[in-house]
């Protein structure tokens, strides 16, 4: 009998999935998971309805996640992963040889876990190189009382529901503004702009109130249905958005110009030009 997997993230508007093989479906201590195989899409991961992976597209968002901050900041030594427990950002931010540190604080042990047996490709040793910390907590609450800072800050988030709610508030925010080290840059997940406007529009307003320069940068991954993805960017270095092309250029063939398959120096000048019903949310 054929199965069908339904992600009920948006109120009009669903999509089914065929899992051609269930690997794991089962509650977690914090929420629902499913894994499983798909003809199209390759490996998938679903929290409580809604992909979060996909083992076909899952280069995009995480190239993009990662270097586009990275190669925007430029001499980033320490980077923390707020979610992320996929591994895939911390795969990506590990090849930016500058960085001593990347911690990654994940609330739900079980996803790293699953994600270490499903999805070792996603990962591809990050867990266990010697820069990563892994930190099972909940990211409000470590922000909120380490003493540490940080040059870039990733919020590799769920949607703002179940868990991963917290992850949007002022309050959350602005205790990752007080984690930054001085230049720092804060980025985030925040979902489909044609589809969650709302969404974009209220962490936008949030970053305008704590930061000199709050803006959007967008790029497209297959599963995550309803149009290009938006990734907020906050951060009080006004010159970091505006780099040249030839600038990011220079950063990556000092990084030794390890191979990518979404970012290039062009996409990343290319991700901040934003369509108009963008910004207009992003710019209020």
Request: charged content about 25%.
């Amino acid at each position: 009998m054929e199965r069908w997997v339904e992600e009920t993230l948006h109120r009009g508007f669903r999509v089914r999935l065929k899992a051609d093989r269930v690997l794991f479906d089962s509650e977690t201590e914090h929420q629902r998971l499913i894994i499983f195989d798909n003809a199209d899409f390759g490996r998938v991961m679903m929290l409580d309805n809604v992909v979060q992976v996909s083992t076909a597209d899952e280069f995009v968002y995480h190239e993009m996640m990662s270097h586009v901050p990275l190669f925007a900041h430029g001499r980033a030594k320490r980077a923390l992963i707020v979610g992320g427990g996929d591994g895939g950002g911390l795969r990506e931010a590990l090849k930016h040889p500058d960085l001593e540190q990347v911690t990654l604080c994940e609330i739900d042990q079980s996803v790293i876990d699953l994600c270490r047996e499903h999805f070792p490709d996603v990962s591809a040793g990050a867990y266990d190189d010697p820069r990563t910390r892994i930190v099972i907590a909940d990211g409000t609450k470590f922000v909120a009382v380490t003493n540490e800072r940080f040059d870039v800050i990733l919020v590799d988030s769920t949607d703002p529901i179940g868990p991963g709610a917290v992850l949007f508030t002022k309050e959350f925010y602005t205790d990752c503004r007080r984690c930054l080290a001085p230049g720092g840059l804060l980025v985030t997940q925040n979902g489909l702009p044609f589809l969650q406007a709302p969404e974009l529009k209220q962490s936008i307003g949030y970053f305008c109130e704590l930061f000199d320069d709050a803006f959007a940068y967008l790029a497209t991954t297959p599963s995550y249905f309803g149009g290009p993805m938006s990734y907020g960017w906050a951060t009080d270095d006004v010159d970091l958005r505006h780099l040249r092309h030839d600038a990011i250029e220079r950063r990556y063939a000092d990084a030794g110009a390890f191979p990518t398959r979404y970012w290039r120096p062009d996409v990343h000048v290319a991700a901040f030009a934003l369509p108009t019903y963008v910004r207009e949310l992003v710019e209020g």
